[in-house]
């Protein structure tokens, strides 16, 4: 079965330090993989989504960037957080089987900038 | 640009009572997702609907995906406290992102 880790779960940050999250998908290959952000009690925006290694699309110009170092690994990094990249990130993989095509979630991760 | 409305955006009722929360959109899908999210955890899957008219139940819970393949429903029968949380549609198509709708937040109080 197929399973999506992402760490850490909870982060404190300062203003202007970087950023990295990590999310790790096992027990599958090749799958599309996307970063979306959740404001509090909202529905998902997302943010980066990749169809293979070293393959990032940009849904929404801000200072975060996204990387697909390994097949089954996805990285969302920032050089400088701001206050407004508070919020709750998840991670995604998807699974198409003929025409139903679904997403499965990570555990999230929930960042806190000061 | 496909969008997806959910209603009502909040909804808050007794342990016991009926409900239905709706998903609609302009655009067609090919497939339709529910999810369960809990405070602090990612969304759950709930449900995968792909033809039109379908109707799937998973226990108290009973969706229908739309003729057209353009809204979908929730209904739960007999609601507990554990059924609280936010109720999450997404669609889909192939080779596109997937469209999520804002989310209806229930509270079932015992």
């Known amino acids: 079965s197929q399973t999506i880790h992402q760490w850490p779960a909870t982060l404190v940050q300062p203003v202007g330090s970087p950023l990295s999250l990590e999310c790790t998908v096992e027990?599958?290959?090749?799958?599309?993989l996307y970063w979306y952000r959740q404001a509090a009690g909202r529905g998902l925006q997302l943010l980066f989504y990749?169809?293979?290694?070293?393959?990032i699309s940009s849904e929404v110009p801000q200072n975060l960037s996204a990387s697909r170092p390994q097949d089954r690994q996805f990285i969302l990094s920032s050089k400088k957080l701001l206050l407004s990249d508070s919020g709750f990130y998840l991670c995604?993989?998807?699974?198409?089987?003929?025409?139903?095509?679904?997403?499965?979630f990570g555990p999230g991760t929930r960042l806190l900038v000061l | 640009t496909q969008l997806l409305e959910q209603s009502p955006q909040f909804l808050s009722i007794q342990e016991g009572e009926n409900l239905t929360v709706y998903c609609n959109s302009s655009?067609?899908?090919?497939?339709l997702q529910w999810y369960r999210q809990e405070p602090g955890e990612g969304p759950v899957l709930l449900v995968t609907?792909?033809?039109?008219?379908e109707v799937k139940k998973l226990k108290r819970l009973t969706f229908q995906f739309g003729d057209a393949r353009k809204d979908s429903s929730l209904h739960i029968t007999a609601a507990q406290p554990g059924d609280t949380g936010l109720y999450l549609c997404?669609?889909?198509?192939?080779?596109?992102?997937?469209?999520f709708g804002p989310g209806t937040r229930l509270s079932v109080l015992p």
């Open positions: 995604a993989w998807s699974w198409t089987s003929g025409s139903a095509v679904t997403q499965y």
């Open positions: 027990g599958t290959s090749n799958p599309n």
């Open positions: 990749s169809v293979g290694i070293g393959q």
């Open positions: 655009s067609v899908f090919s497939s």
């Open positions: 609907v792909v033809t039109g008219g």
């Open positions: 997404a669609g889909g198509n192939y080779g596109q992102n997937f469209v």
